[in-house]
């Protein structure tokens, strides 16, 4: 009798190899799709925070050496302009501009912002863009508002996270807190009188020259003077409210 050797059907068993390579592929598109993920979100917090804040710190340190070279300023009813004496440099272009205008040129650094009490020393540019002023770690300067030291509202605004993060910690603040403006010409010290924690993107009369808020009444300023405001993104990570910083100019020091 001979013997029958047994026949093994596969039967379904025949799609396994076709189902585990389609899981093994969307696991390994998984798994890069995370990588990516983690590589951009290190590449914001991380990376552009570093860039940005080496890049401030190099501004301010051009501007502080500018100041201490710069020539003096003509005296009253001269006509024609001195020319600089050995070791005093010249003027620099913005200067120049600032001369003739009365404004700093858009997206240029002239002027340095201190917080004391959040640590914060950072260069101030002409205009609010992101990538030629917000996203080099500088605080812009809103341009339609009043200059460092002059009467109405002096408008700045920073991020408080990413590319710097200038404004990080700018909830801190509390009133008589002292913020301090320095430029060429002087040194303007501002103490906080009121804090905005929350108000929306479209409140823009936070920025008036006798500031107040449209959304929030209980919190306006009603009578003309010197005044800055420092504005940033709210709550972390998120843009959808914004943060205010309400001071008053305490006292001015020329140079």
């Not at 598109?29 to 590449?43: F, I, N, P, R, S």
Request: net charge positive; glycine share 10%; aromatic share 6%.
């Amino acid at each position: 009798m001979r013997e029958r050797i047994p026949v093994v059907v596969q039967g379904r068993r025949t799609r396994r190899p076709g189902a585990v390579r389609a899981l093994w592929t969307g696991a390994e598109l998984a798994v890069t799709l995370g990588v990516v993920t983690l590589l951009l979100v290190a590449h914001q917090l991380w990376w552009t925070n570093r860039q940005a804040r080496h890049a401030a710190r190099d501004q301010v340190a051009r501007l502080e050496r500018q100041w201490q070279t710069r020539p003096p300023p003509p005296a009253p009813g001269g006509d024609r302009a001195r020319a600089p004496r050995a070791g005093e440099g010249t003027p620099s272009p913005g200067a120049l501009h600032r001369r003739t205008t009365g404004r700093p040129p858009p997206d240029l650094a002239y002027a340095v912002l201190r917080i004391p009490r959040i640590g914060v020393t950072a260069p101030v540019a002409e205009g609010t863009g992101k990538a030629a002023v917000l996203n080099r770690g500088y605080v812009g300067h809103y341009p339609h508002s009043a200059q460092p030291g002059e009467a109405g509202n002096v408008a700045l605004a920073g991020h408080r996270n990413t590319h710097g993060e200038p404004f990080r910690h700018l909830d801190r603040l509390r009133p008589g807190d002292t913020v301090v403006l320095d430029t060429a010409e002087a040194r303007y010290t501002y103490a906080v009188r009121r804090i905005l924690p929350r108000t929306t993107p479209g409140d823009g009369t936070v920025l008036a020259a006798v500031p107040r808020s449209g959304v929030h009444p209980a919190y306006r300023f009603t009578a003309p003077g010197a005044y800055l405001t420092l504005t940033t993104c709210t709550p972390d990570y998120s843009s959808a409210y914004r943060l205010v910083v309400w001071g008053v100019l305490r006292s001015s020091r020329p140079r």
